[in-house]
């Protein structure tokens, strides 16, 4: 077990055993080779992904399709070849994640031009960056912007 | 925006270092290759706004701004 005194969780015990490999690290983050997934059911559907190389870093997510149903995955080559994959079609076990975070403006925001794909099996996770533009990286989230009741 | 028009195996240049030649081109794609100094960072748009939401997503967070963001999820 690894102590670390996570920005948004306060002290956590981390089991290295579980830890995922991000063999590219993330864009802007890329000594961010060994991430934990953290979950709170208080805090579901949040999740939290830890950095274990910077533990200032620590990003909040949620599965994709708590945001858009009908999200299509879609991922290049060296992507796939992160996880250890050969083709889409053939994985299994695949987690979905879009990172949360604070647009310009200050409203919440999913990334759902870059969701971060895990391989819970193989413990391997890429941030996947799409090379089209079907998805926004700043998708607005459901309540923002609404009117308080 | 500056538009300029070119063929495949023609180049040109940003500044005195940066040459951008147009190696292929199909149907909806077109393949490029960039000559840049190796203190040039060279990025799909994609992972350079991926980068830029990422540094603000490790950004400070009050707990209002938590409540706020798990109302909005749930």
């Given at each position: ?7 948004r969780?306060g ?5 290295e ?30 999740v ?28 290049t080559l ?16 695949l ?19 870059a ?8 413990r ?6 799409r ?19 | ?7 495949c195996?023609?180049?040109?240049m ?29 990025l ?26 798990l109302?909005?999820?749930?």
């Amino acid at each position: 077990m690894v102590k670390i005194l996570s920005k948004r969780l306060g002290p956590v015990e981390i089991d290295e055993t579980v830890t995922l490999q991000f063999p590219a690290g993330l864009p802007g983050f890329e000594r961010c080779t060994r991430i934990a997934l953290v979950e709170r059911p208080s805090l579901a559907p949040l999740v939290f992904l830890q950095s274990l190389d910077l533990p200032e870093v620590c990003f909040l997510a949620t599965p994709v399709t708590a945001i858009d149903p009908g999200y299509q995955l879609s991922m290049t080559l060296e992507d796939l070849e992160c996880l250890g994959l050969e083709s889409l079609e053939l994985a299994e076990d695949l987690l979905c994640l879009a990172i949360l975070g604070p647009s310009e403006s200050g409203n919440f925001t999913a990334n759902l031009l870059a969701p971060v794909v895990i391989h819970r099996k193989a413990r391997r996770g890429v941030q996947a960056v799409r090379i089209d533009s079907r998805y926004s990286h700043q998708h607005p989230l459901g309540g923002e912007g609404a009117p308080c009741s | 925006m500056l538009v300029i028009r070119r063929r495949c195996g023609e180049s040109l240049m940003i500044g005195d270092d940066v040459e951008i030649e147009v190696l292929e081109c199909g149907g909806t794609h077109v393949k490029l290759g960039i000559r840049a100094p190796k203190q040039i960072t060279v990025l799909r748009k994609e992972i350079h706004l991926t980068g830029r939401q990422n540094r603000l997503a490790t950004g400070e967070l009050s707990s209002a701004d938590m409540s706020r963001l798990l109302k909005s999820l749930r």
